[in-house]
């Protein structure tokens, strides 16, 4: 959704690249504080995450706080 590299997402989320590429190619689940801070630095860039309420849990843009270069 913000077009983020793997390299930005972790350097905003201060994890390494190794743990992203992991996680999204299903090597392995990351630990609890990895997806925290994947999670802040989503929320940081301006994606706000949607509880489950009946609908489905999900995502939306709200105005970002930050850029990837910040």
Do not use: C, Y
Not at 35 to 42: D, G
């Amino acid at each position: 959704m913000l077009g983020w590299s793997q390299d930005e997402l972790a350097r905003l989320a201060a994890i390494s690249r190794a743990t992203i590429v992991d996680f999204e190619r299903g090597a392995r689940i990351p630990h609890r504080n990895s997806l925290t801070a994947i999670r802040r630095a989503f929320e940081a860039g301006g994606i706000q995450f949607i509880p489950e309420n009946g609908g489905g849990a999900g995502l939306r843009f709200e105005k970002p706080t930050r850029s990837p270069d910040d």
